[in-house]
C-alpha cells in the first residue's frame, strides 16, 4: 500500500514546470504515521527522497534512476509510455472527478474538497478506490502543479515498477487530476471490495499474520496495514502534503553522485 501511495504522489506531481517545487507528504495508516517522502522538481526531472533510497526521474530520458547512499549504489529503470484509455487486464476501468462544494481550512491553506472515484470491474469482483482530495489554490507553486500534472497526463509515463493495469490506472488519474484546479493539502484514500474478493481479502490477512510473527519492523508494516482493513475497506491511507517550496534547487541533486557504482538490481 505504501507503493501505491508514492505512486499516486508521483502520478499528480511530476512534469515540466520552469519553477523549481520541494514539498514533502507523510502517509498514515491505522492511526500510526507512516514514511514521509520528500519530493525535489526541476524543469523535467523529479528527486524522492524516502528512508533508504532516492529515486530520481528523467521525463525526457524516460528514466528513473534509484540511489542506495549507504552502499553508494545506483540502478537505472526504464519508464514505459503507457496506452490509457482502456481495458485493464482484471476488467473495465472507470474514473470520476466531482467537486463537492465543501471547504475548510488545513493548516495555513483555504482548501476544497474534491472526490475522485476509480472503479475496476472484472468478472464476478470489482475493486472501488475512492480518494478524498482536499486542494488548495493558495499553496506556494500551485500554477506549477497545474502545468506538472497537465503534462504527465499528455505524455501518460507510469513508473517501471508498475504492472500493466496500475500504470493505465495512473494514467487515468492524472488525467483527472489535472483537471483539478489547486494543489493536494490532504488526500484520504480507500479501497474498497465486493463479495467477489473476500477470498483475496483472508488470503492477505493470512499473509499479513504471518508477517507480525517474524517480527521487527515486518511485524510493525503487518500491523499497520492490518488495521486499515477495517469495516467495508479493503484499506484506509491517510497522506498529508505539506513543506511546499519554491525555492530554487541546485542542478546537482537531480544527477547521480559522483563515488556510486552502479548495481545490476
Known amino acids: 500500500m505504501r507503493k501505491i ?4 504522489a508521483a502520478a499528480g ?3 515540466a514546470a520552469r519553477a523549481d517545487i520541494s514539498y514533502a507528504t507523510t502517509v498514515k495508516r491505522g492511526g500510526a504515521v507512516g514514511a514521509t517522502t520528500r519530493f525535489k522538481m526541476k524543469g523535467m526531472k523529479v528527486r524522492m527522497e524516502s528512508a533508504g533510497s532516492i529515486t530520481i526521474l528523467d521525463l525526457e530520458a524516460r528514466t528513473m534512476t534509484v540511489l542506495r547512499p549507504a552502499a553508494k549504489t545506483y540502478v537505472v529503470r526504464v519508464m514505459e509510455e503507457g496506452a490509457v484509455g482502456m481495458k485493464t487486464g482484471t476488467g473495465q476501468l472507470k474514473t470520476s472527478v466531482k467537486e463537492t462544494g465543501a471547504v475548510k481550512k488545513i493548516g495555513n491553506y483555504q482548501c476544497r ?4 472515484t476509480m472503479e475496476m470491474a472484472g468478472g464476478r469482483s470489482s475493486l472501488t478506490m475512492e480518494n478524498e482530495m482536499w486542494v488548495s489554490r493558495e ?3 500551485v500554477e506549477e502543479w497545474g502545468v506538472a500534472t497537465k503534462r504527465m497526463a499528455d505524455k501518460a509515463i507510469g513508473p517501471v515498477m508498475a504492472d500493466g493495469p496500475t500504470r493505465k490506472m495512473l494514467a487515468d488519474m492524472q488525467r483527472e487530476m489535472a483537471k483539478v ?7 484520504i484514500t480507500r479501497m474498497k471490495m465486493d463479495r467477489g474478493m473476500n477470498e483475496q481479502m483472508k488470503a492477505m490477512q493470512k499473509q499479513m499474520e504471518e508477517m ?5 519492523k515486518q511485524a510493525e508494516m503487518a500491523e499497520r496495514a492490518m488495521a486499515g482493513m477495517q469495516g467495508g475497506n479493503l484499506m484506509e491511507m491517510v497522506t498529508e502534503w505539506g513543506g511546499y517550496s519554491t525555492a530554487a534547487l541546485a542542478a546537482s541533486e537531480f544527477v547521480i553522485p559522483a563515488g556510486y557504482r552502479k548495481a545490476e538490481k
Open 5 to 8: 501511495a508514492v505512486l499516486l
Open 13 to 15: 506531481c511530476v512534469g
Open 113 to 116: 474538497q474534491v472526490m475522485m
Open 139 to 141: 499553496v506556494p507553486g
Open 181 to 187: 484546479n489547486g494543489a493536494p493539502v490532504l488526500q
Open 212 to 216: 507480525k510473527k517474524m517480527g521487527g
